[in-house]
């Protein structure tokens, strides 16, 4: 923040606790995508969406085509939401 406000302005950061992700989430998550593109919501707004519930993925991760499902569930360790 520093550069973007005042110097005058008094300002604390608070980071909230990281939630695990449970198998319930993720099942909600891909639940809701698949709303979204019946719905025909386009693939790359779907993609944002669950990139910003999934931490430590990001659109390349989801765009993968030689994601094998070793590396997948790889990557999926440790994950928060």
């Given at each position: 923040?520093?550069?973007?406000?005042?110097?005058?302005?008094?300002?604390?950061?608070?980071?909230?606790?990281?939630?695990?992700?449970?198998?319930?989430?993720?099942?909600?998550?891909?639940?809701?995508?698949?709303?979204?593109?019946?719905?025909?919501?386009?693939?790359?707004?779907v993609q944002l969406l669950m990139a910003s519930f999934l931490r430590d993925v990001d659109i390349d991760i989801l765009n993968s085509d030689g994601f094998s499902a070793e590396q997948f569930a790889k990557s999926l360790q440790g994950i928060s939401i």
């Amino acid at each position: 923040m520093k550069g973007i406000l005042p110097a005058s302005v008094e300002y604390k950061l608070i980071w909230r606790k990281a939630k695990s992700l449970t198998p319930a989430d993720l099942r909600d998550l891909a639940d809701a995508g698949s709303r979204f593109k019946v719905l025909g919501v386009k693939d790359e707004i779907v993609q944002l969406l669950m990139a910003s519930f999934l931490r430590d993925v990001d659109i390349d991760i989801l765009n993968s085509d030689g994601f094998s499902a070793e590396q997948f569930a790889k990557s999926l360790q440790g994950i928060s939401i």
